[in-house]
């Protein structure tokens, strides 16, 4: 959807307007760049929560995962469920890096 959408619809404003940016994904993310862009608020606000639960990473002994936030009601009750849907989400994330890969190669091309 976030690949689509940006041809049919813009940012209100001259900068992000269609004459602005005729390839909206490569010349989109060069307009919203800057010292204070979006892409900056973006970054700004995920380190943000990531230095909050870095503890995570850094308490090696800690009983809590990293990606753990507090949802256990929505994991399964017994260990080998559990580690499955921890497998699932981790090849469901790279599934999603390469696809983003591939449709941003396209959209340079």
């Known amino acids: 959807v ?10 209100p404003g001259e900068r992000y307007s269609f004459e602005a940016c005729p390839n909206s994904i490569i010349d989109g993310h ?7 862009g979006v892409n900056f608020q973006i970054l700004f606000w995920i ?15 800690s009983l809590e995962v990293a990606g753990d936030y507090g949802l256990s009601s929505l994991m399964p009750k017994d260990e ?9 989400e981790l ?14 190669t396209q959209a340079q091309l």
Do not use: H, S
């Not at 060069?30 to 204070?36: D, K, P, T, Y």
């Open 47 to 61: 380190g943000i929560v990531e230095i909050c639960c870095a503890k995570k990473v850094f308490e090696w002994n």
């Open 91 to 104: 090849k469901n994330g790279r599934l999603a890096m390469m696809a983003v890969a591939g449709a941003l």
């Open 80 to 88: 080998e469920g559990q580690k499955m849907i921890r497998l699932k």
């Open 2 to 11: 976030g690949l689509v959408v940006p041809d049919f619809v813009r940012i």
């Open 30 to 36: 060069n307009n919203l760049n800057g010292a204070v």
